[in-house]
């Protein structure tokens, strides 16, 4: 007898109901954060120092010694960001040989963030769907932008001088 597939359908809020011709029916409350409040249950659990301001963005420790990385909830997203620095000004090769190097490691090292420009600041930016949002997605996005601050800044500062 080989293998037979099943079927899985998730129902927000009820009970296990009984398998129905074959296929399993399984109904299950969501586990994925809704509030701010669920947010802050996912940061303690992966054991990150945080403070939450007023307008309810939180600042959220990376890494030593390096600027803290903004979270906002924005229904339907949660938004983080990290300010990197200024653009170099009217300095046409320095912002071309940055720029390449921002589009490089986007590809190359970053999976769940991206370095982007915020006017004149460099920024790194990630937004998740908090609806679809788990403890596994936060943590990578979080580990991305500690390793882009602990790899990637130092170079780029020195590409953007003084």
């Excluded at 009984?18 to 399984?26: E, N, Q, R, S, W």
């Excluded at 307008?55 to 959220?60: A, E, R």
């Excluded at 982007?116 to 998740?128: H, P």
Aim: net charge negative; aromatic share 4%.
């Amino acid at each position: 007898m080989g293998w037979r597939a099943a079927r899985f359908s998730v129902v927000r809020g009820q009970k296990l109901r009984a398998a129905d011709a074959g296929h399993i029916v399984v109904a299950c409350r969501a586990m994925a954060p809704r509030t701010s409040e669920d947010l802050e249950g996912y940061l303690g659990k992966l054991e990150r120092r945080f403070e939450k301001l007023d307008d309810g963005t939180y600042l959220i420790a990376v890494a030593p010694r390096q600027p803290p990385l903004a979270m906002r909830v924005v229904p339907p997203l949660v938004v983080m960001q990290l300010d990197i620095g200024r653009v170099p000004e009217q300095d046409p090769a320095r912002c071309s040989a940055l720029y390449k190097r921002l589009l490089e490691l986007n590809v190359q090292d970053l999976m769940h963030a991206a370095y982007g420009l915020a006017g004149d600041r460099i920024t790194l930016t990630s937004a998740l769907e908090i609806d679809n949002l788990d403890l596994n997605e936060l943590e990578a996005v979080l580990a991305d932008m500690s390793l882009a601050l602990s790899e990637h800044v130092p170079a780029l500062k020195q590409l953007v001088g003084p």
